[in-house]
């Protein structure tokens, strides 16, 4: 058995998905990420979701604290990614 391929169709691993199912609090995410402590929950896994005031408030800056997204974030209502 191989991950990703399943009967002729590619499936992709949502880490985000995966992330807040495992992880919901954060903690490991925040080991391996320290520059995400000060986030509240709604952010720990979807730190591009915030707001400018919301970087502000947290002092975290996306694309200076932590890194903007290099592809768009995984999202169900666009495919999924499958176009891609």
């Known amino acids: 058995a191989g991950a990703g391929m399943t009967g ?3 499936n992709r691993f949502n880490i985000v998905k995966q992330s807040k199912d495992y992880d919901p609090n954060g903690d490991y995410v925040t080991l391996w990420l320290p520059e995400l402590k000060k986030l509240p929950k709604e952010f720990i896994h979807e730190p591009w979701k915030m707001t400018q005031f919301n970087q502000m408030e947290y002092g ?3 694309g200076v604290d932590y890194p903007n ?3 768009p974030p995984f999202s169900p ?3 999924g990614g ?3």
């Open 8 to 10: 002729g169709r590619v």
């Open 60 to 62: 975290v800056r996306l």
């Open 69 to 71: 997204p290099l592809i």
């Open 77 to 79: 209502k666009n495919g």
């Open 82 to 84: 499958q176009n891609r």
